[in-house]
């Protein structure tokens, strides 16, 4: 039992692969949780749209109280003994009035709602590309929050070693100093080397902590719950190198961002015909039934109380006449978005063309950079390792040896970065192609 209180109380760790860590926030991710809303809100509306059509019943109840009833001045000649030229004072009714009906109302002809249902697909199709499109800049988020953590993680351990061994250096050179067979530019030239890779260690450092922070936030985790990646960074890069990616041949109406502009080419188009819809005449049926009571007092709901019914039925029709021309304005305006929203289908067509064109130079530029960087790692290793030995045997001076430390360290940080990029691009070119 006091094992199990202990499990439960310990704060729950998260440990993802890349892919894990992708599905885990297209279900938890803040901006995907709303996309789904989106969709579901964009069902609801369509029955709005449909049902404002179907029939529809409203009840209304009211009641008056004439505190003071209306006098009517009537000729005298209508009663007895009335004299003429004189007048009888009279009220109408009683001081209470309760009326109570139902009314149902169904559209016959109405343009505008015809139009309305017809949108009503296109606007479904909208929400669903809108979820899409949220879902790849999720991914995107993912990808690139994932490859920052392990960029920065590999920093860590990398500025560690590279700590180790000038500690080890300058101890090294230290003693060399104080027995008098060096000299005290040389402790001086490792001392600034070492200061310099201690503070990039603190940053990273923190780096790390950040870069976990945002890979939590983009995932929907809290931020401070402990994350644990299953990735290696260089495994990764190497399994994101796919050079078949770059053969593939584009089909555009995949493309998030052209199936967004189809669906605004759609929307101006049922928006000019909702325009010239409104030249058309509307028809509404409808049916009342109702009941009346009268009396001196609040009797109402007693047994007895006499009630009035009565009913009607009929039809509206309204029929656009003339509206200076403001009808016709309005037609016009719709129809020239609706030529706006073909040049910009047009637009977007070619900048898609050219963004796949630019996501497959950047592609094949990070897996050339990677290639190249991994080789100049390994240059700038074997001659840091080189000026060493020939600083301590006395070939070398300081000056050299921090010159091959600097590039090395150059280099250690140009290979991170090639890889977070060989990953980032790919992620680039696969939304493009939507694959």
């Not at 992708?22 to 279900?27: H, S, Y």
């Not at 343009?111 to 697909?121: E, L, N, R």
């Not at 530029?365 to 030995?389: F, G, M, P, W």
Request: net charge negative.
């Amino acid at each position: 039992m006091l094992v199990s209180s202990w499990s439960f109380g310990q704060e729950q760790t998260y440990s993802f692969t890349l892919q894990e860590a992708i599905d885990f926030a297209l279900k938890n991710n803040y901006s995907a949780i709303n996309a789904d809303r989106d969709v579901l809100d964009a069902q609801k509306q369509k029955w709005e749209t449909i049902a404002t059509g179907l029939p529809q019943i409203s009840g209304a109840v009211s009641y008056q109280n004439l505190l003071i009833q209306q006098v009517v001045q009537l000729p005298g000649e209508i009663i007895p003994d009335g004299e003429p030229g004189t007048f009888v004072e009279v009220v109408f009714g009683q001081p209470q009035q309760v009326n109570a009906a139902a009314t149902l109302r169904q559209q016959l002809f109405d343009g505008s709602y015809i139009v309305g249902v017809q949108a009503t697909k296109a606007f479904l199709s909208y929400s669903a590309n809108n979820k899409e499109k949220t879902e790849q800049e999720v991914r995107k988020a993912v990808v690139e929050a994932y490859g920052n953590v392990l960029l920065a993680e590999e920093s860590v351990v990398i500025l560690e070693k590279n700590k180790a061994t000038l500690e080890k250096n300058l101890f090294e050179t230290t003693k060399i100093y104080e027995n008098g067979l060096g000299d005290e530019e040389s402790v001086d030239q490792l001392q600034i080397t070492l200061s310099g890779v201690e503070n990039q260690l603190k940053n990273a450092i923190r780096l790390k902590d950040i870069t976990h922070q945002m890979l939590n936030l983009i995932m929907g985790i809290a931020l401070d719950a402990p994350t644990k990646l299953e990735e290696d960074l260089d495994n990764l890069a190497q399994r994101q190198i796919d050079l078949n990616l770059l053969e593939s041949e584009l089909n555009i109406e995949n493309n998030v961002d052209y199936k967004l502009i189809t669906n605004l080419n759609e929307q101006r188009y049922f928006e000019w015909k909702l325009a010239k819809s409104r030249a058309l005449p509307t028809l509404n049926a409808f049916a009342t039934y109702g009941g009346l009571s009268f009396g001196e007092e609040f009797s109402f709901f007693d047994n007895g109380q006499e009630w009035f019914e009565f009913s009607t039925i009929g039809v509206d029709l309204n029929i656009p006449i003339f509206s200076s021309f403001k009808r016709s304005a309005s037609t016009q305006r719709a129809k020239i978005a609706l030529e706006k929203a073909k040049t910009q289908l047009t637009e977007t067509q070619e900048q898609i063309r050219l963004q796949l064109e630019n996501a497959k130079s950047n592609y094949t530029l990070a897996i050339e950079q990677y290639d190249t960087s991994k080789n100049n790692l390994n240059l700038a290793e074997r001659i840091e390792n080189k000026n060493q030995i020939k600083y301590f045997e006395g070939i070398a001076s300081s000056f050299e040896l921090r010159q091959a430390q600097t590039q090395l360290y150059t280099a250690q940080n140009e290979y991170l970065q090639s890889m977070v990029e060989v990953i980032n691009k790919k992620t680039e070119l696969e939304i493009i192609l939507n694959e």
